[in-house]
């Protein structure tokens, strides 16, 4: 049985189905399309469309999290980014506003990754001083008010459609490719997962863990600017105060879900996406379910749990003897 | 400029701030609670005009979002020997012994956008706030008024979980629709106060009420969400302000300029301008001994298209919103 089935994301995609008949249970029409204006249009849609900035936000995060690293800034990152793309947008063609935003993604990963990688500092800190003083930043670029935009370039981004799938899943998918063509298709994927394994024996062994843990934290400020520049192109405005808000938790539980240790080592950057992929699932499902709001995060708590549970080699070896008493007793 | 005449010269200019304020002009600190939302950077900037216009001396102290430094602020203000201080607590409770150090130099208190514990009633001289159940009401009343007979099935956006403003906005327009047995409201969830939410909660809306045909009207508990269900709603392919009527509440700049496309259909105003009857209540106080009621309600003013809605708009963007 397991030899036909992949052990690795098995769970994730278990989790996935069963999420997606229960949101076909709360809502008879979620799995309708239809095209509307050239797009696609249906809750499936909404899910991959929603799910975007925390897909991003994974790509980049779960690589952070192979070096046994963790980066809490990158909601602030993204509140930085959208808020210089919404400034320029209307001034400056898309190539510079995309250069500024990326660019000021890709500093603010060199600085998490300067605090971890130069400086030696325990990354659950160094980054969680960008967090806070990057929402600060981010209300300094918009004086705290909501920058809004017309440039019809950025507001394509956010809401344009091509071959009827939404642009920011397009962007998505492109960096999934993109992110697992330069890790997996060298060994800079091996090397990542040897400085999470064990940063000393790979020093000594020859891999330049500095350089590594530097350009994943990097990676990550440039995934997340993107997905700044998204949600701020989503509605065609930059809430600094809002945006990216509490998505630096959702990005780590989506790598969570997707398999990968908190402790480092070995990653998977498309059960990350299906990580985060399974969280929106949920969320649209809430929504459509029609359940009183108070439920929402205890529906979404209790999922997780579930999803963890099911990942757990304790659990499922305590599952396997229940059903082995079971099968002894028949 | 030399630096020597410059330093001169604000030397000279301390020493004006310095002298004792012309007789008959007031000199109010107001500690504000710091830039948190729009709104309260607009009722920032509305203060200062409605003290300018009155030739009052307001000096604001902002609090960053913090209890201690608004008690600094307060204590400082005292020690000044202000004519009268505003208040706009970040919280409701632990006011009691400052404002007890406030009452005891015989300065006024005046809170405003904001009530404190009603342990505290006493300690100072009037509250000047916006009844956000009657903004409720107001939004209700307006769409009931609209509808008319015909059956009308609303969707409601609500504002953060636990928030009370959030509560109390539902439970106003819920009264309101609740004399009328055509209008119900189909489906609620929060958007958390924000565009990107709400926009996020219309879209799923819009696919559980069979593409938003059955949808006949959206209630958001303020602008910002409307704005992003607007969005929501014209990607589905729906003209909001025509084929689904809005009402949300706040009045901030970009839903008149919604208004002014015609994609929206009325707000109710949450007025940034508490300053103003605050400022009137010192000054009748200070004048004839007027004691203002403890409660001074602002005005919850419906705005529609009718309004000029591009007139209000530049009128608003300059506020800080």
Redesign the interface.
Do not use: C, K, V, Y
């Given at each position: 049985m397991t030899a036909l089935l992949p052990r690795r994301g098995l769970a994730q995609i278990l989790a996935l189905i069963v999420i997606l008949a229960v949101d076909r249970l709360v809502?008879p029409?979620f799995f309708?399309l239809r095209l509307?204006?050239g797009r696609l249009?249906?809750?499936l849609i909404?899910v991959l469309n929603?799910g975007t900035p925390v897909a991003l936000l994974s790509l980049g995060m779960v690589l952070v999290i192979a070096t046994r690293g963790i980066d809490l800034s990158v909601g602030a990152v993204m509140a930085i980014c959208g808020a210089i793309a919404a400034s320029l947008a209307d001034s400056h063609g898309l190539p510079i506003v995309l250069a500024a935003a990326l660019g000021a993604g890709l500093v603010c990963g060199l600085w998490n990754g300067f605090l971890v990688a130069v400086l030696g500092m325990q990354p659950i800190v160094a980054t969680l001083i960008l967090m806070v003083a990057g929402r600060g930043i981010a209300?300094l670029i918009t004086?705290?008010?909501?920058v809004?935009f017309s440039s019809p370039d950025l507001v394509w981004l956010g809401?344009g459609s091509v071959l009827g799938l939404p642009v920011p899943v397009v962007i998505a998918l492109g960096m999934l490719l993109l992110t697992g063509a330069v890790v997996r298709g060298s060994a800079l994927g091996l090397l990542i997962e040897a400085t999470g394994g064990n940063a000393r024996a790979s020093e000594l062994a020859g891999v330049g863990t500095r350089a590594m843990i530097l350009s994943v934290y990097v990676w990550c400020g440039v995934c997340a600017a993107l997905a700044g520049v998204i949600?701020a192109a989503?509605?065609?405005?930059a809430?600094a105060?809002?945006?990216g808000l509490w998505l630096e938790l959702d990005a780590i539980l989506a790598v969570v879900i997707g398999g990968t240790s908190l402790f480092g080592g070995r990653f998977s950057l498309v059960l990350a996406v299906l990580g985060a992929l399974i969280i929106q699932t949920m969320n649209?499902g809430i929504?459509?379910s029609?359940y009183?709001?108070?439920f929402?995060l205890l529906v979404k708590a209790v999922v997780v749990l579930a999803v963890l549970l099911l990942q757990s080699p304790k659990f499922s070896g305590l599952a396997g003897i229940a059903a082995r008493l079971r099968r002894t007793k028949a | 400029m030399t630096p020597k005449a410059l330093s001169a010269a604000s030397a000279m200019a301390a020493l004006l701030l310095a002298l004792p304020a012309s007789a008959g002009q007031l000199t109010i600190g107001f500690s504000q609670i710091g830039s948190e939302s729009g709104w309260r950077a607009a009722e920032t900037s509305v203060s200062k005009q409605e003290a300018t216009k009155r030739q009052v001396n307001l000096k604001i102290a902002d609090a960053q979002q913090k209890q201690e430094n608004q008690i600094k602020a307060i204590r400082s203000f005292i020690a000044q020997n202000v004519d009268a201080i505003f208040l706009a607590p970040v919280v409701s409770t632990g006011w009691d012994s400052v404002l007890k150090e406030a009452k005891e130099a015989k300065i006024p208190v005046v809170l405003l956008d904001r009530d404190i514990d009603p342990s505290g009633k006493e300690l100072y001289l009037t509250a000047v706030t916006s009844d956000s159940v009657h903004e409720g009401e107001v939004a209700g009343d307006w769409l009931a008024k609209t509808v008319g007979t015909k059956a009308c099935n609303i969707v409601e956006l609500q504002g953060t979980v636990g928030a009370s403003v959030a509560a109390n906005r539902k439970k106003g327009f819920d009264t309101a629709i609740a004399k009328h047995p055509n209008l119900k409201v189909v489906r609620s969830q929060t958007g958390d106060f924000t565009r990107a939410k709400g926009k996020e909660v219309m879209e799923s809306f819009i696919k559980a009420e069979g593409g938003g045909k059955s949808i006949c009207a959206v209630y958001a508990h303020n602008d910002d969400m409307m704005v992003g269900a607007i969005q929501a709603m014209k990607e589905a392919g729906l003209k909001p302000g025509k084929e689904i009527l809005t009402v949300s509440i706040d009045a901030v700049p970009d839903i008149f300029k919604a208004m002014a496309a015609g994609e929206a259909n009325a707000t109710v105003e949450l007025t940034p301008n508490m300053a103003g009857p605050a400022l009137d209540a010192i000054a009748a106080f200070k004048d004839k001994g007027t004691v203002p009621p403890k409660w001074i309600q602002t005005e919850s003013k419906l705005y529609t298209a009718a309004d000029d809605p591009q007139k209000i708009y530049d009128s608003k963007k300059g506020l800080g919103y």
């Open positions: 809502s029409q309708d509307q204006d249009f249906g809750s909404d929603r209300q004086e705290g008010r909501i809004t809401n949600a989503d509605i065609m405005g809430d105060n809002n945006s649209t929504l459509l029609g009183p709001p108070e929402n | -």
